[in-house]
């Protein structure tokens, strides 16, 4: 599913004087359906992975092929369709946006498309339910918890069904409870689903609901 090889990616300073190597010849292999959690400290490059296996970003060095799909040397046309359909993102911060509802921000990435086809808009709403909810759906984010609004971003990020579920410490603005509890539901959609998941965290008792961990330093991943 995703196949990770030989990955380096530098970073120049502001002043562009020194270059700052974050992954170095890392090398990742995730089987379909599979559920894997990316540790390391502040800075080891765990959101700098999840940039790259999601095509925010391009490795300097090195191949990544996702469900097929080599990533270096796409058009610009077919990274987008990439990230809207293959990939979904969770990130720390649920970057709703305020001036539109919880409804209309997880209906956000179908519109690539055209209109939602009824599929899509049923699949939405099932999200809603299972999420908890599908009550506050017509009412915008600044009305809202953060644990709804995260809830919100992981119906957005799923919405396409896509292949591979990418989530930068998704707990990481919530407090302990509601950290657990979205957490729980994500495992449950990812089993269900058989969506291939990979999570960055900080929370060891997050990692410990992943079926592998694996600890990023020096710019490598080991088990």
Known sequence: ??????I??????????VSRKVLDQLTLDVSAG???AIMGPSGSGKTTLLNLLSSIDTPDEGTIVVDGVTLGGMSQQEILRYRNHQVGFVFQFHRLLPQCTLWENVLLPTLADGKPSAETLDRGQALLERLGIAG????FPGELSGGECQRAAVARALINAPKVL????????????????LMELLITLQAETGITMVTATHSHEIAQMMQKTY?????KLTL
Do not use: C, W
């Open 136 to 139: 506050v759906q017509h009412q």
């Open 8 to 17: 380096t990616k530098s970073y120049r300073t502001a002043l562009r004087r």
């Open 215 to 219: 600890t990023l330093t020096d710019g």
């Open 34 to 36: 599979e559920r894997i």
């Open 166 to 181: 990418l989530a930068d410490e998704p707990t990481g603005s919530l407090d302990r409870a509601n950290a657990f509890n």
């Open 1 to 6: 599913m995703i196949h990770a090889h030989h």
